[in-house]
């Protein structure tokens, strides 16, 4: 097969991708791993920044999103058995966050992509980058897993192909730099079938460490306690996970955390990570190929949106007016605001929980730069312009 663009991954940089390329006039093939069910049946996080928000709305898959997903306009922060509001429509001149799952961006994702006639491999194996540094890039795999192998002949390849996927692997080794931090702690994740029990989401740094309460829909919630990574999930019984999180989110005036029947429960490690340079030759990675951030603070899909929508303007530029410079700093570009999302992310990580191997003066710090958010609109106002989504440079 020939196309202009091989896209490695079907999650949602390959697929905004994809769509974003389609718009331009450019020929696209997604291939994944994964099955579509396990694709979108893929538990994340879900706050949508405002910008993305409306290249949903542009790409029209807004549809099911401004029905089922929610608005919000500020978010919680609690310790010490208090709680305080940031108003971050009015830290940012009206900016909002969608809280909306990712699974359901992937099912809008794929469906917008079949309905205009899009390719997308689902299951294939034995997945292979080559040519990148010549040009006539190509990608071999398996499409059923085994069997014979395919080709895809194309322009460029993108390694939209998560942590794991063979895509950073095309970059040579004495070519990349990959900065990481492995915190030591995780998160346990659960859903539950239970009514909302706070209008907003709720970041807590109380008793033993971080808790998030979010959301899902009107009877079903989604909320983590901070955890031993290496914890097994059966040492956390649901009696367990409830009495952690009503120590964590528990208030002084009486407020009670709804319970309910808890049908989804895993635990995720805490990581952040960041490859340089994110290109080779005539190949370009996005997403969590190129870099992760711990969940506090919800970044992952934001900056992977991010990267595409810079790689399709550039790729837009090259096929439409023969010009490579958006190509040339596609790194760079994305670089700069990834960083920042790094920083956000750690940020928030490092202030909401509760780290065994600091000392007890740290910690003190950490509840200064909490009470700092509730005492100054500067503070409060860079926590409110990051979490919306910093300006693209
Ligand atoms: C979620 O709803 O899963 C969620 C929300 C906010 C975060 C992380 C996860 O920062």
Same mark, same amino acid.
């Given at each position: 097969?020939?196309?202009?663009?091989?896209?490695?991954?079907?999650?949602?940089?390959?697929?905004?991708?994809?769509?974003?390329?389609?718009?331009?006039?450019?020929?696209?093939?997604?291939?994944?791993?994964?099955?579509?069910?396990?694709?979108?049946?893929?538990?994340?996080?879900?706050?949508?920044?405002?910008?993305?928000?409306?290249?949903?709305?542009?790409?029209?898959?807004?549809?099911?999103?401004?029905?089922?997903?929610?608005?919000?306009?500020?978010?919680?922060?609690?310790?010490?058995?208090?709680?305080?509001?940031?108003?971050?429509?009015?830290?940012?001149?009206?900016?909002?966050?969608?809280?909306?799952?990712?699974?359901?961006?992937?099912?809008?994702?794929?469906?917008?992509?079949?309905?205009?006639?899009?390719?997308?491999?689902?299951?294939?194996?034995?997945?292979?980058?080559?040519?990148?540094?010549?040009?006539?890039?190509?990608?071999?795999? %398996?499409?059923?897993?085994?069997?014979?192998?395919?080709?895809?002949?194309?322009?460029?390849?993108?390694?939209?192909?998560?942590?794991?996927?063979?895509?950073?692997?095309?970059?040579?080794?004495?070519?990349? %730099?990959?900065?990481?931090?492995?915190?030591?702690?995780?998160?346990?994740?659960?859903?539950?079938?239970?009514?909302?029990?706070?209008?907003?989401?709720?970041?807590?740094?109380?008793?033993?460490?971080?808790?998030?309460?979010?959301?899902?829909?009107?009877?079903?919630?989604?909320?983590?306690?901070?955890?031993?990574?290496?914890?097994?999930?059966?040492?956390?019984?649901?009696?367990?996970?409830?009495?952690?999180?009503?120590?964590?989110?528990?208030?002084?005036?009486?407020?009670?955390?709804?319970?309910?029947?808890?049908?989804?429960?895993?635990?995720?490690?805490?990581?952040?990570?960041?490859?340089?340079?994110?290109?080779?030759?005539?190949?370009?990675?996005?997403?969590?190929?190129?870099?992760?951030?711990?969940?506090?603070?919800?970044?992952?899909?934001?900056?992977?949106?991010?990267?595409?929508?810079?790689?399709?303007?550039?790729?837009?530029?090259?096929?439409?007016?023969?010009?490579?410079?958006?190509?040339?700093?596609?790194?760079?570009?994305?670089?700069?605001?990834?960083?920042?999302?790094?920083?956000?992310?750690?940020?928030?990580?490092?202030?909401?929980?509760?780290?065994?191997?600091?000392?007890?003066?740290?910690?003190?710090?950490?509840?200064?730069?909490?009470?700092?958010?509730?005492?100054?609109?500067?503070?409060?106002?860079?926590?409110?312009?990051?979490?919306?989504?910093?300006?693209?440079?």
């Amino acid at each position: 097969m020939r196309v202009q663009v091989g896209i490695v991954g079907a999650g949602p940089a390959g697929l905004f991708l994809a769509l974003l390329l389609h718009r331009a006039g450019i020929s696209a093939v997604n291939i994944e791993s994964r099955s579509r069910r396990e694709v979108e049946d893929t538990i994340r996080a879900g706050v949508l920044e405002q910008w993305l928000v409306e290249l949903m709305h542009e790409l029209g898959i807004g549809g099911r999103m401004a029905t089922d997903g929610h608005v919000h306009d500020g978010i919680t922060l609690q310790w010490d058995g208090q709680r305080h509001h940031v108003d971050i429509a009015g830290l940012t001149g009206g900016k909002r966050v969608m809280v909306y799952p990712q699974h359901e961006v992937l099912r809008d994702l794929v469906a917008a992509r079949l309905a205009q006639g899009g390719e997308i491999v689902f299951g294939v194996g034995g997945t292979v980058i080559r040519g990148v540094d010549t040009d006539h890039p190509a990608i071999d795999y %398996r499409p059923d897993g085994d069997g014979p192998l395919a080709t895809i002949d194309c322009d460029y390849v993108v390694g939209a192909d998560g942590f794991h996927g063979p895509g950073r692997q095309a970059i040579p080794k004495t070519l990349r %730099r990959e900065y990481q931090k492995v915190y030591p702690f995780g998160w346990l994740g659960i859903l539950t079938r239970a009514p909302v029990s706070w209008p907003e989401l709720i970041y807590a740094n109380q008793g033993d460490g971080f808790a998030l309460l979010s959301t899902r829909s009107p009877e079903i919630q989604r909320m983590y306690v901070q955890c031993d990574p290496t914890d097994h999930i059966a040492a956390w019984s649901d009696d367990r996970i409830w009495g952690e999180l009503q120590a964590r989110l528990g208030t002084h005036d009486g407020w009670a955390l709804q319970e309910g029947e808890i049908f989804q429960k895993g635990i995720i490690p805490l990581r952040s990570f960041v490859c340089e340079p994110m290109q080779y030759g005539r190949l370009f990675i996005a997403g969590d190929a190129a870099h992760i951030v711990p969940p506090t603070g919800a970044k992952g899909l934001n900056l992977a949106v991010a990267d595409v929508l810079v790689l399709s303007r550039a790729l837009t530029l090259q096929y439409l007016h023969n010009d490579r410079s958006g190509l040339d700093q596609y790194s760079a570009t994305c670089l700069r605001r990834i960083w920042k999302g790094e920083r956000f992310s750690w940020y928030m990580t490092t202030m909401l929980h509760r780290n065994a191997a600091e000392s007890d003066f740290e910690r003190r710090i950490h509840f200064a730069d909490l009470d700092l958010v509730r005492t100054s609109a500067l503070q409060a106002g860079s926590l409110a312009e990051n979490y919306v989504g910093l300006p693209f440079d």
